[in-house]
């Protein structure tokens, strides 16, 4: 059974940084990659983050570029996501998972899911 756990969660003011990670674990995890996504009240769950264990490729939606990265620890099979610039748009549910195929902006594509994470920016 694959799990992933995540932490770092929290409340911050706008222009803050926070740091999520997520700790996959399982005696045969393996994955194409993994993400992030974030789903705000009343809204549906969007696409925040992707990278690539083999080559650590990264892809990030419109509304973070140059504000959030998403880095990947092999050994320790754990995915970052680094949050800078946080702005009150930021404030969601924010979920980790485990690529296992297809289209990395598609929650379709994963697997597996962590718990999700509330995080909260205030002005």
């Known amino acids: 059974q694959v799990q992933l756990v995540e932490s770092g969660g929290g409340l911050v003011q706008a222009g803050g940084s926070l740091r999520l990670s997520c700790a996959a674990s399982g005696r045969t995890f393996r994955s194409d990659g993994m993400g992030w996504f974030r789903q705000a009240p009343g809204k549906e769950r969007e696409f925040v983050a992707a990278?690539?264990?083999?080559?650590?490729?990264?892809y990030y939606a419109d509304s973070v570029k140059g504000r959030f990265t998403i880095s990947r620890d092999g050994a320790k099979n754990t995915v970052y996501l680094q949050m800078n610039s946080l702005k009150p748009e930021d404030t969601a549910v924010y979920y980790c998972?485990?690529?296992?195929?297809?289209?990395?902006?598609?929650?379709?594509?994963?697997?597996?899911w962590g718990q999700g994470t509330q995080v909260t920016v205030s002005s």
């Open positions: 998972a485990a690529q296992l195929g297809g289209d990395y902006l598609r929650p379709g594509s994963y697997g597996y």
């Open positions: 990278i690539s264990w083999s080559g650590g490729s990264t």
